[in-house]
C-alpha cells in the first residue's frame, strides 16, 4: 500500500466511496492526513477515504540543474559553481572556485557538496533568526 504525508497531491483511481466525489475520478485534491494507513483526510471532500483508492500524483520533474552559477562576490570577485562531468581520472564533481584576483578553488564529491549545501543553510537560517531576534 502507498504511504501518503500531509500535502501530497492524489488522484481516484476507482469507484466512489459512500457517493462521494461520484465523478471527480480526475480531480487533483491535496491529502490533509493520513491514518491508521488506511484513510485518508482530504482538502475539500472530508475525511475517511479509502486509501487503496487513490493514488500519488507525481509532480511534473525540477528543470535540468545548471552546469554553471556564477555568484558576484564583490571587489572583482565572482564566486563560480560548476559541475565537473566525469573522466577517465575522476567521477562526476563539483568545482567551487573563487575567481578574479584569487584563482582558488576546491573540487568536491557530489556528497560533500550537498553536505556543504546544508551546512550553508543551516548558517545562513541561524544568522537570519538572529537579525530577526536582534530587530
Do not use: W
Not at 551546512?119 to 537570519?128: N, S
Request: net charge neutral; aromatic share 6%.
Amino acid at each position: 500500500m502507498v504511504k501518503f504525508k500531509a500535502g501530497d497531491r492524489v488522484r481516484r483511481v476507482c469507484g466512489s466511496h459512500n457517493g462521494m466525489m461520484r465523478g471527480f475520478e480526475d480531480v487533483v485534491v491535496e491529502v490533509r492526513m493520513f491514518d491508521y494507513d488506511t484513510t485518508l483526510t482530504l482538502l475539500g471532500y472530508g475525511n475517511g477515504h479509502d486509501a487503496s483508492k487513490f493514488e500519488l500524483l507525481h509532480e511534473p520533474a525540477l528543470p535540468p540543474a545548471p552546469t554553471v552559477v556564477k555568484y558576484n562576490e564583490g571587489h572583482g570577485n565572482t564566486l563560480e559553481v560548476r559541475s565537473l562531468p566525469a573522466n577517465k581520472q575522476y567521477s562526476a564533481r563539483i568545482r567551487i572556485g573563487l575567481g578574479g584576483m584569487t584563482g582558488l578553488c576546491a573540487v568536491l564529491e557530489p556528497d560533500d557538496a550537498l553536505n556543504l549545501c546544508h551546512d550553508l543553510r543551516r548558517m545562513a537560517m541561524e544568522i537570519k533568526r538572529q537579525e530577526k531576534k536582534d530587530g
